[in-house]
């Protein structure tokens, strides 16, 4: 689906890594389960026959639109003003961590998230620039389906949704809360121009991750389940429901920052 450049490769694997090696695998619950030395993960999916079926159209759609839109765009448009892009979005999602890092009575994290926020808007021409990583201050990136996460609501049946891809029931109902609370939705009224905005976000993204699909490719004999449980264990991971073995770099998509240029 993506070129297999080796660059590219290793993007790819430092961003499903965050998930394949995050530490021991899920029970059905979202609780590790191990086996001895080795952990064994059991997804809870009962609508595996649907979500195949989504999973192959969402792959459909990419190929045919999806990726297609965002290689021109990664084409055409500069990388300098792509990861200012980048960047302003982080920046836009740093202010919603800051209200589900408050909801969760996470201190550091909604201290961060303000002074984040607050920073790269005022000195970083609305986010364009990310002066917060320059200075040290760490990402504590969260959603509302973390948010009810920390307060005990498990995770429910796996669900693989149209065009917007892979979520849980919880993470589901989460995104209808987080897209509510999202400064586009809530700040941008005329209503060409918020679309607009949704559009150059979701290109962004996946300009920003067309590196990931060839590790699929490559490693991956069945890659509905290779995709459900990267998801579901890194989704478990950032709920703080595993440990991971060793520290992980940030997201280059949500740390501002773009995969290397391909060789």
Same mark, same amino acid.
């Given at each position: 689906m993506t070129p297999t450049d080796h660059s590219l490769r290793r993007l790819g694997a430092s961003l499903l890594g965050a998930a394949l090696l995050a530490g021991p695998a899920l029970a059905q619950d979202g609780a590790p389960a191990a086996s001895g030395d080795l952990a064994v993960f059991v997804a809870n999916d009962p609508f595996e026959g649907f979500n195949r079926a989504m999973f192959r159209l969402n792959e459909?759609?990419?190929?045919?639109?999806?990726?297609?839109?965002?290689?021109?765009?990664?084409?055409?448009?500069?990388?300098?003003?792509?990861?200012?892009?980048?960047?302003?979005?982080?920046?836009?999602?740093?202010?919603?961590? @800051?209200?589900?890092?408050?909801?969760?009575?996470?201190?550091?994290?909604?201290?961060?998230?303000?002074?984040?926020?607050?920073?790269?808007?005022?000195?970083?021409?609305?986010?364009?620039?990310?002066?917060?990583?320059?200075?040290?201050?760490?990402?504590?990136?969260?959603? @509302?389906?973390?948010?009810?996460?920390?307060?005990?609501? !498990?995770?429910? !049946? #796996?669900?693989?949704?149209?065009?917007?891809?892979? #979520?849980?029931?919880?993470?589901?109902?989460?995104?209808?809360?987080?897209?509510?609370?999202?400064?586009?939705?809530?700040k941008v009224d005329d209503v060409a121009v918020r679309n607009s905005l949704y559009v150059l976000r979701a290109v962004d993204k996946r300009a920003n991750l067309l590196g990931v699909s060839s590790v699929l490719e490559f490693a991956a004999l069945d890659k509905y389940t290779f995709t459900r449980d990267a998801y579901l264990q890194m989704r478990a991971q950032q709920a703080g429901q595993v440990r991971p073995r060793k520290k992980q770099a940030d997201d280059d998509t949500d740390a501002g920052r773009l995969p290397p240029e391909e060789d």
């Open positions: 459909d759609l990419d190929d045919a639109v999806f990726k297609p839109v965002a290689t021109a765009y990664k084409d055409v448009v500069p990388r300098p003003a792509r990861l200012g892009v980048t960047n302003a979005f982080a920046n836009i999602g740093d202010a919603w961590s @800051f209200v589900n890092n408050l909801l969760q009575l996470n201190v550091e994290g909604a201290f961060n998230s303000a002074v984040r926020f607050s920073v790269n808007t005022v000195l970083g021409f609305g986010g364009l620039l990310d002066i917060a990583t320059e200075a040290g201050v760490q990402r504590h990136k969260q959603d @509302f389906g973390l948010t009810m996460a920390r307060w005990g609501m !498990p995770a429910g !049946p #796996y669900l693989m949704v149209p065009v917007l891809g892979p #979520y849980t029931v919880r993470d589901g109902a989460g995104f209808i809360v987080d897209w509510q609370g999202d400064r586009v939705t809530r």
